[in-house]
C-alpha cells in the first residue's frame, strides 16, 4: 500500500518550472531514493511535498489523506518528517533541547522519556553529549542530532535530505547505516541523496530525477545495474 503518492506536481520558480508534473510513490516499510545532479529538483520535490514550498499543480496523497494544500506543521502532525539538507539544527540549544523540540507534537511526558531512550540507545554519542551546545557538534553528529530530532515526531515517513552531505567518507558509511538500522526497525524511509551508488545500494526502489522530470525508475538494484545511471551517476 502507497503511504505516500504524489501525483502529477508542479512547482514554479517565478516563470521557471522547477517540476514538470512528476509522479512517484512511496509504500509503506520501503526506502526509496531519488537521486539526480545538483539542481535536478530533488530538494525542491521534497520541500514541496511536505509543504513548505507552494505547488502549482498536482496532487499529494499521505496514508490515503489528501495533503496537497495541508500546511507543513500539521503534515508533521500527521506523520511525516523532514530532515532538511544542511541539518538546519537549533545551533544555540543544547542537544537534549533540539530533541524537546522534535517532540513538539507530544503531549505526554513519559512518551516523551520513552523516546529519548530510544535515540540515546540509537546514537550513544547524542547521550554523552545531551548538554553540549547544538553548534559545537562535528558535522557528523550534528547530522545525528537532525535525525534524532526528525524521529522524537515518531514518524510513519522519514524524508532525509542530502544526509550524507559534507560529511567524511567514514562517516557518511555510519549515516547510511544507521538509515538501514531504522528501515529494519520498521520507519519508511523517502531518501534524496547526490550520492547515488550508496542510496542505490540499500533502497527497494529509486527514481532518477533530471531537470525538473523522473526519467527512470526501478529496483535499487536495476538502477544500479542500469548503463545510463552507471555512466551519468556511479562514474561507469
Not at 24 to 32: Q, S
Not at 33 to 57: E, F, Y
Not at 101 to 129: C, H, N, S, V, W
Not at 178 to 207: C, F, M, P, W
Amino acid at each position: 500500500m502507497a503511504l505516500l503518492e504524489v501525483n502529477n506536481l508542479e512547482v514554479y520558480y517565478g516563470v521557471i518550472c522547477a517540476l514538470k508534473g512528476i509522479s512517484f510513490h512511496v509504500n509503506e516499510g520501503e526506502i526509496v531514493s531519488l537521486i539526480g545532479a545538483n539542481g535536478a529538483g530533488k530538494t525542491t520535490m521534497m520541500q514541496s511535498t511536505v509543504g513548505i514550498i507552494p505547488k502549482r499543480g498536482g496532487q499529494v496523497l499521505f496514508d490515503g489523506q489528501d495533503i496537497t494544500k495541508t500546511p507543513c506543521h500539521k503534515i508533521v502532525k500527521l506523520g511525516m518528517t523532514q530532515v532538511p539538507e544542511g541539518r538546519r539544527i537549533f545551533q544555540e540549544l543544547t542537544v537534549y533541547e533540539n530533541l524537546m523540540m522534535g517532540a513538539y507534537t507530544m503531549k505526554d511526558q513519559q512518551e516523551f522519556k520513552t523516546e529519548l531512550d530510544k535515540i540515546y540507545d540509537l546514537f550513544p554519542r547524542l547521550a554523552e553529549r545531551r548538554k553540549q551546545i547544538a553548534g559545537t557538534l562535528s558535522g557528523g553528529e550534528q547530522q545525528m542530532l537532525a535525525m534524532s530530532r526528525a524521529l522524537m515526531s515518531k514518524p510513519k515517513l522519514l524524508m532525509l535530505d542530502e544526509p550524507s552531505m559534507g560529511l567524511a567518507p567514514i562517516l557518511v558509511d555510519q549515516i547510511f547505516s544507521i538509515i538501514k538500522e531504522l528501515h529494519a526497525a520498521g520507519t519508511t524511509i523517502l531518501l534524496v541523496e547526490q550520492n547515488a551508488s550508496k542510496a542505490l545500494e540499500i533502497s527497494d526502489r529509486a527514481y532518477v530525477l533530471e531537470t525538473g522530470n523522473i526519467t527512470l525508475s526501478g529496483t535499487g538494484a536495476e538502477l544500479m545495474n542500469s548503463p545510463e545511471v552507471q555512466k551519468a551517476y556511479l562514474g561507469g
